[in-house]
């Protein structure tokens, strides 16, 4: 562990908390301070930082919020740089594209760079522990259809297991991201019974072309079911909305 004397700077805005938290945040990132390392106590970093405790604390429930380290009571505890957690990191991608207001279009467009580039990398380095879970989440989807069940989640984690098969975290956190999006999008329409075993057997056809060692024909079959899921999407946004449009309308005329 690292002599952390030396490590920080003293502050001169008045957003100390922030600085605090954005000083730290870049020495784990450079791997200075690493997994399981200890912070120093909040009163050896108000001294370093040339501040109060409280702007200190402030500064570490941020990080702690962010998944970077986590804070342990009693006398042996204190600040702890935390072991790297994806799904942070995913969940904060994917708010961040919540929040920017993404449309469909936005996320179609995204889909297709992204998932043609990536195919590059499955076929590069996928084996057969990546080709047999593949094999498996749709045997999984199938019997949910088989069910009477909407298998969207089987279905969205096909593509996070071929963003795994890459052997990139980054391509992983990623595709998580988008996947949490496209599924709000899922979640805000009523999908029919057609469009459910037509993305089904998309899946299957992008499977197979993997497995023979076909990229272009899967390339084009990728690119085939996420227009296609655009399309569809399109359609039964503008059914609800219609709906929705409808109902506002027959309730003023029940106000009169």
Avoid at 93 to 112: A, Y
Wanted: charged share 30%; glycine share 4%; net charge neutral.
């Amino acid at each position: 562990m690292p002599d952390q004397s030396n490590l920080f700077t003293p502050l001169k805005s008045k957003r100390t908390f922030e600085e605090i938290a954005d000083q730290i945040r870049e020495l784990i990132y450079a791997g200075v301070l690493k997994p399981g390392d200890r912070l120093m106590s909040e009163r050896e970093l108000a001294n370093q930082f040339k501040t109060g405790r409280m702007v200190v604390r402030e500064a570490l429930r941020t990080l702690e919020q962010c998944g970077l380290i986590y804070i342990k009571q009693g006398s042996f505890g204190g600040a702890f740089i935390k072991d790297t957690d994806s799904t942070v990191i995913t969940g904060s991608i994917s708010d961040m594209i919540k929040i920017g207001n993404v449309t469909l279009r936005d996320l179609t467009e995204v889909r297709l760079g992204i998932e043609k580039v990536m195919l590059e990398f499955v076929f590069q380095r996928i084996n057969k522990e990546d080709l047999a879970l593949l094999r498996r989440n749709l045997e999984d989807a199938e019997q949910q259809i088989q069910k009477g069940i909407r298998p969207l989640e089987e279905h969205l984690n096909f593509h996070v297991l071929l963003a795994k098969s890459t052997k990139n975290v980054l391509f992983e956190m990623i595709m998580e991201a988008v996947m949490n999006v496209t599924k709000s999008f899922l979640l805000s329409v009523e999908t029919e019974w057609k469009y459910i075993h037509h993305v089904f057997n998309s899946l299957k056809e992008i499977y197979k072309a993997i497995e023979e060692g076909n990229l272009v024909l899967a390339q084009e079959k990728f690119a085939d079911h996420i227009l296609y899921v655009n399309k569809q999407l399109e359609e039964l946004a503008n059914i609800r909305d219609s709906r929705k449009d409808r109902q506002k309308v027959k309730t003023k005329a029940s106000n009169f």
